[in-house]
């Protein structure tokens, strides 16, 4: 049993008890939501080098011998995973201490915080299908408390959208658990990946059922084609700090579920997979369409998010491609993007909250001026917003080369091209934001809130300028994250060392049970 | 029976999906209620219905007769009861305040956050 992999998700759960305790004094919860978010990201960085150097560690609850009970999991996707929710966790607390209003601080705003961390850290380290059904409901329980929390008119009705769509996937998740259950008389991923294909070999039918209800279920978390009309419709609602960490994690959550469950699914279904390339198509194109109309810069980002899980999506309808190579370029592609894309779309959130802060105002036609007001700013916007169009030499062009060149090897064409048309849109709509809030001049007559104090601007600054150097790091020396990206790729494509990881768990036996 | 239960998981799923499609927030609600128990009673049933046997190992022998139903599901079932629970106790709330706050529960009303 390997304490690495039950710490990140111990750290979190402490973290919201003590705050909970704390209940009195909102300085205590969050410097406890800091604390515990400090640690949080130590041992998430502990385990993914555990995970680099030793290869899959795997922790059974209850000291149940696998495939029966619970066990937690960690390869190297998964710990990739922890360590940009843990870094997310620690800029998220430090810009909510000082863009969180008190009000919002006594609802419990910290404590939540550890919750979503636990929810989301959970699900990335869970090896079983019923326990990531659990974790999914944690981190939404928060996230459904974190967006209405501030009571404002437009948060109430976003949040009766996010959460209606959501309890409706969480139900067919459910549904699919059940049946997998039933087809197959486990719910361990790995045994999963064992008996799946002989299960499809004698129903296909049922198989396609199956993996038709999970996809669906993951496709409307992670926002996908046709099923992302919430996504939109919220995220801008919430307070940025909210809205930063939702945007950086929640619908990334859906897309690790997506991969998870179809390179379970893939050998057994591959028909199904193959829609996948079409749905990444249309996800990149209407998703960068909704972002080129729209004039409220957190709205643009939201329908960016969408364009982006397009992106990512690439790799996992690639499964269905008969080429081992493209397989493996495909998912490789689909890990560097997700780690690329969440360091980038959560800094332009938090550039679009500070922006905020500094104006008063989100729509652009309102808004200008801060290039002179803030050139710290205006610079730090550029780095996120031009890795999110893909221009070299940051991040993003080699997130988008890799699926990009995985799309051409795979013959899959109709991608390739909306990724084109959707790279350039993004950068028309970066320019747009660029132009309207940071360039052009102030319209005559809009009045500003009051400037922010020092402290303000290093809590706000800090964590952007953090977020900024991560992107231009991978920028300039993409080669080490691509390597951990392509064996991340190999663990999930050909998962029998995790299923022998998990399989030949040795559990001591002490005394009777 | 199996087939009873099973199609009263369709009416469920069916009305479920039914009353979420109204323009009315308070229905919305009951079709997430109804959608939920037909998921719940739908992973109940993947255990197997079994009469008047339950899962335990008798006294003085250490495995279990067959012929039982496989209680795991009923776990599971439980744990989503119970989850389901909170889920539509805090929805129920939230749509109380939604509709105090904007004056109406009618969906095709509710576009203050669309484009």
Excluded: C
Excluded at chain 2, 36 to 42: E, K
Aim: glycine share 10%; hydrophobic share 55%.
């Amino acid at each position: 049993m390997s304490l690495w992999v039950v710490l990140p998700i111990l750290i979190p759960l402490m973290g919201a008890t003590f705050g909970w305790v704390a209940w009195r004094s909102t300085r205590v919860q969050a410097a406890i939501g800091v604390a515990a978010s400090s640690l949080h990201l130590l041992v998430a960085i502990a385990l993914l080098v555990e995970v680099r150097q030793n290869g899959i560690l795997v922790a059974p609850i209850g000291s149940w011998t696998p495939p029966i009970g619970i066990v937690l999991q960690a390869d190297l996707l998964g710990a990739i995973m922890v360590v940009l929710t843990a870094l997310l966790g620690w800029t998220s607390n430090i810009t909510a201490l000082a863009e969180v209003a008190e009000p919002q601080r006594r609802a419990g705003f910290f404590p939540l915080m550890q919750v979503l961390l636990l929810g989301v850290t959970g699900s990335f380290l869970t090896g079983d299908i019923f326990n990531l059904f659990v974790f999914f409901e944690v981190m939404l329980m928060a996230s459904f408390v974190l967006l209405a929390l501030s009571g404002e008119k437009g948060a109430l009705e976003g949040a009766v959208k996010y959460v209606g769509l959501n309890l409706f996937s969480s139900a067919l998740f459910l549904t699919g658990a059940g049946m997998a259950y039933a087809l197959t008389g486990t719910l361990n991923m790995a045994d999963l990946f064992v008996k799946l294909p002989e299960v499809a070999a004698q129903d296909p039918t049922a198989v396609t059922t199956l993996g038709a209800l999970l996809l669906i279920a993951f496709g409307v978390k992670a926002g996908v084609f046709p099923l992302y009309f919430w996504l939109p419709a919220s995220y801008h609602t919430a307070s940025p700090a909210v809205s930063a960490i939702f945007a950086g994690l929640l619908t990334k959550v859906g897309v690790y579920a997506l991969v998870r469950l179809t390179t379970i699914l893939a050998p057994a279904s591959a028909g199904l997979i193959d829609a996948v390339l079409w749905v990444a198509a249309a996800t990149m194109l209407f998703g960068v369409l909704g972002a080129v109309a729209q004039t409220h810069t957190r709205r643009i980002l939201g329908f960016h998010i969408l364009s982006q899980i397009g992106y990512m999506i690439v790799g996992v309808g690639l499964l269905a491609s008969p080429d081992p190579e493209v397989r493996q370029l495909g998912m490789a592609a689909t890990v560097f993007y997700l780690a690329h894309h969440i360091l980038v779309k959560t800094n332009l959130y938090l550039v679009a909250g500070t922006a905020l802060r500094m104006l008063g105002e989100e729509r652009l036609k309102y808004a200008g001026g801060l290039a002179k007001r803030a050139p710290w700013l205006a610079a730090i916007f550029l780095v996120p917003a031009f890795s999110l169009a893909g221009l070299p030499p940051l991040s993003g062009f080699w997130a988008k080369l890799a699926v990009l060149r995985s799309g051409a090897f795979g013959d899959a064409w109709v991608a390739v091209a909306a990724a084109a048309v959707a790279g350039v849109l993004t950068l028309v709509s970066m320019l747009k934001i660029w132009n309207e809030v940071f360039w052009k001049d102030r319209p005559e007559g809009e009045t500003s809130p009051p400037p922010m104090v020092p402290s303000e601007i290093w809590l706000r600054g800090v964590p952007m300028v953090l977020l900024a150097l991560a992107t231009l790091t991978i920028g300039l020396w993409p080669g080490p994250l691509y390597e951990i990206a392509q064996d991340a790729a190999a663990q999930l494509l050909d998962p029998t060392a995790t299923v022998d990881a998990v399989l030949s768990t040795e559990v001591a036996q002490e005394g009777t049970r | 029976m199996t087939w009873l239960l099973a199609i009263s998981v369709g009416a469920l799923v069916a009305s479920g999906v039914y009353l979420m499609l109204r323009r009315s927030l308070v229905k919305f609600l009951f079709g997430i209620v109804l959608l939920s128990h037909g998921a719940n009673l739908a992973v109940f049933l993947t255990g197997g219905i079994v009469r008047g046997r339950s899962a335990v190992v008798p006294l003085g022998e250490t495995t279990l007769e067959s012929g039982h139903a496989d209680p795991l599901p009923q776990a599971l079932v439980l744990t989503a009861i119970v989850i389901g629970f909170a889920v539509v106790s805090f929805l129920a709330v939230l749509i109380r305040r939604a509709q105090e706050e904007l004056g109406q529960g009618d969906v095709d009303e509710m576009r203050e956050t669309e484009s």
